[in-house]
Structures are given as C-alpha cells and as structure tokens.
C-alpha cells in the first residue's frame, strides 16, 4: 500500500504492488460504500443474542467489548503488514513502530473522548431500536444519521456547494426518508395481519 501526497499529480492510493491504482474520489467511494455494508450490518448478531436472553441493553456490553478486539486485532494486523513490508526492505522493527500513526494523546484526548462517548450513546440506542423495531425499520431509522451528517457537511462544513447540488441532495435524501418510512408501513401492516390471523 503507498498513498501519493495530495500535491503531486496521479492516483492516491496504489496498492497489491500497482495492480490497484485508486484516486481520492474512488477511495472516498469505496469507503463508504464498505461502511454501509458493514454498519448496515453489524446489528444483525442482535437477533441471534436475543434468542439466548441477550437482547436490548444486554446486548452493549458484548457489543463493546467485540469492537475493542475487533480495533486491537486491526492495529495488529496493519502494524504486521507493514512490519513484514519494511523487513522485506531492510528497515527494523524500530522504524516500522516509528512510522505508525501516532495518537496525539495531548491534543486529542478531548475530542476523542467526545466522539467515543455519542458513539457509543449513538450505538446503544441503536441497539435498542434494531431490538424493538426489528432489523428493516429499526437499523433504516438509524441510517438517518446519514441527514444529520449531510446537513454538517451543507452548513458548517461547506463541503457542498451551490443551491443545484444542494437541491439534488436534499431530493435524494427525501427519498430515503419516504422509503424508511414507506417500509415502517408495510412492517406494521404485516404485524397487524399477523395479529389478524391469531
């Protein structure tokens, strides 16, 4: 894996040795495209533990402790990596340590801490709507995060720009929200004809 500075002109990511060549855009695009399958996803074991009495809040402290070796076996795997990488080169483990990511623990203590807690807020009470509202709707309405992001990005951060392209987003999203609630519908329509049928 090698990223190209911004500056210089070409790809940005070049990786399994040039047979890969991503630009920024496409690795913003597949970025995101892998965080909706995985965040779309990752409410799914909640069914299973609910089978074993595990559901709702219950569930958070497996979930928590899932995602802290998930993150730790991800570091190992990425220091790995890249330590192979640099031996292969003649570089010592020393250097690879070195040329990690750092953490900024001064500056970004505050922050950092911030943002864990309302995910984890975030994450809880997604917890609780897959629980009670199941999969289809429950994990739809949490995707409505995608709106309070959207809406950052518009009026504070500036990211998108001009009234067309504003527009065409505020459409796409009101699509979204029609179909989550389109699909709140049909789910209480099938509970009442199930209850229907009792």
Not at 125 to 136: C, E, P
Not at 139 to 156: D, R, T
Not at 160 to 181: H, M, N, Q, Y
Request: proline share 3%.
């Amino acid at each position: 894996i090698r990223t190209v500075d911004e500056d210089e002109a070409g790809p940005h990511l070049v990786i399994f040795n040039g047979r890969v060549v991503l630009t920024k855009r496409q690795c913003g695009i597949l970025g995101a495209a892998m965080n909706g399958v995985m965040t779309g996803s990752s409410l799914l074991p909640v069914h299973y533990a609910e089978e074993e009495g595990f559901g709702g809040a219950r569930y958070f402290p497996s979930m928590a402790c899932g995602a802290m070796f998930a993150n730790i076996m991800l570091w190992c795997l990425y220091f790995g990596i890249h330590a192979i990488m640099d031996v292969k080169k003649g570089k010592s483990i020393q250097e690879t340590m070195k040329a990690m990511p750092k953490l900024h623990f001064r500056v970004l203590w505050l922050p950092g801490l911030l943002a864990g807690l309302l995910l984890s807020l975030a994450m809880f009470t997604s917890i609780l709507a897959v629980s009670y509202l199941g999969q289809g709707v429950g994990n739809s309405l949490v995707q409505l995060k995608i709106m309070v992001s959207g809406m950052w990005g518009i009026f504070w951060y500036r990211e998108i720009v001009g009234v067309s392209t504003i527009a065409k987003w505020f459409a796409s999203a009101g699509v979204c929200v029609l179909a989550i609630i389109w699909l709140s519908l049909e789910r209480l329509q099938a509970k009442s004809a199930a209850n229907h049928h009792l």
